[in-house]
DNA sequence: GCGTCTTTACTAACCGGTTGATTAGTAACT
DNA sequence: AGTTACTAATCAACCGGTTAGTAAAGACGC
């Protein structure tokens, strides 16, 4: 699989043979595969895998559809490889503090904010890669440890017990994507009133993993 | 827009002129319509807009493709009509009831278990018809009444004003989807461990929203 | 330093199947 | 006869994927 392969090499590469490739502009695989990389981001995330356009990613990133058969074998090795790096760069940016649960949700809730792309793709992947097979390791190990810690804390007595951790957790992230994840009548029908302002809505995000775990 | 065409078709026929038209089989247009209708709404809840096939609809539907260009103008407009009917069908099948909101949000919760294509089809929508101008009346119609039932509720002090209206309908909304709009990673972790049988998973989100509303 | 050889990054043009949409025409009912 | 429901065949554009070929950068002998 592509994705598998561009890691390894990636992981693989010494920083100073990157750096040597790299001095002539105009000629540099590492920086093209990042341009066609960055590009299939933004047209994915915009128009989903079925949508997304092969022809529109390589006129954006100023190459061509040939070069990203031949570092990604296929459209979908492009979005598995466009996923793969979305989920790596996301998973750890915001770590998990099982003591304060609701403001993890607020941190979460920003970045979703910040990077509004990563639960488009997500959302895209949901529904166009169900039951497609291999789950990413990176994403189930990052929500494994996840549950962990929030299990910890409820055997500590520092959660409520209310919920199984990994129901829990659920929650919180679930909560922490409401603002994008409705359908425009109903953004339509929040905006004109309170919690219009983006702290407003920060808050409303807190306050509800809040009320999740009063007792 | 077809959609629109469709809507006054149907509300202006006769339901006697209707059956008389639809005595002999194999030559009913109400017939058609509704297999070409049904077709598309698998289709285009399994694949999307992009990802659905015209071909695909037809031969299900077993009609052709002239058809549904026909009734339906094109295959946005088709998409149109069956996101516009699965809303009839379902914005009034869940009547608010602003006084039990969990047991509501559980109610919820089994419309969607029990007619799957509903929420894939508003996540498609969300998705690939954002921003894309005209909202749908019905809904908006529905939402304005249910942000005015909680709003009563609260000024009458049968439910806590912690959060505005919109927001707290909007939030039992969100909730109620919480078991259907996970990526499958999620699922991974939680589907060995509790909360795997459907009711609990229905309790999960009564309790979720029962939360919610504790002062 | 210089010429050439090989490898690597890149490009343009093209191919064949697919897809949304059209059209001309047939059969059935009034 | 005229209208309506339907069908088969076809079209032009599109799109994922391929291929043949170019040019730049390192390797190597001298």
New binding site residues.
């Given amino acids: 699989m592509s994705t598998v392969w561009l890691v390894d090499t990636l992981g693989v590469m010494n920083r100073d043979v990157a750096a040597?490739?790299a001095?002539?502009?105009?000629?540099?695989?590492e920086?093209?595969?990042r341009r066609l990389l960055d590009a299939a981001t933004r047209e994915f995330a915009a128009y989903g895998i079925?949508g997304?356009?092969?022809?529109r990613i390589a006129a954006e990133a100023?190459?061509?559809?040939?070069?990203?058969?031949?570092y990604f074998?296929?459209?979908?090795g492009?979005f598995d490889a466009v996923f793969d790096a979305m989920c790596r760069e996301t998973v750890d940016a915001v770590p998990i503090d099982p003591d304060d649960l609701p403001e993890y949700a607020g941190r979460l809730h920003d970045s979703y904010v910040e990077r509004p792309w990563v639960q488009r793709l997500a959302t895209w992947y949901h529904l166009e890669r169900a039951g497609g097979g291999a789950l990413l390791p990176v994403v189930l190990d990052s929500n494994a440890a996840k549950v962990r810690a929030v299990a910890e804390a409820q055997e500590a007595g520092r959660l409520p017990t209310r919920f199984p951790p990994a129901v829990l957790l659920g929650l919180v992230l679930h909560l922490s994507g409401f603002w994008s994840s409705n359908v425009p009548e109903y953004d339509a029908v929040v905006s004109d009133g309170s919690a219009a302002s983006a702290a407003h809505r920060r808050e409303v995000v807190v306050a509800a993993v809040a009320a999740l775990l009063r007792p």
């Fill in positions: 040597s490739k001095i002539a502009m105009g000629r540099d695989a920086a093209t595969k079925a997304g356009r092969v022809d100023r190459s061509n559809k040939a070069q990203i058969y031949h074998g296929s459209k979908d492009l």
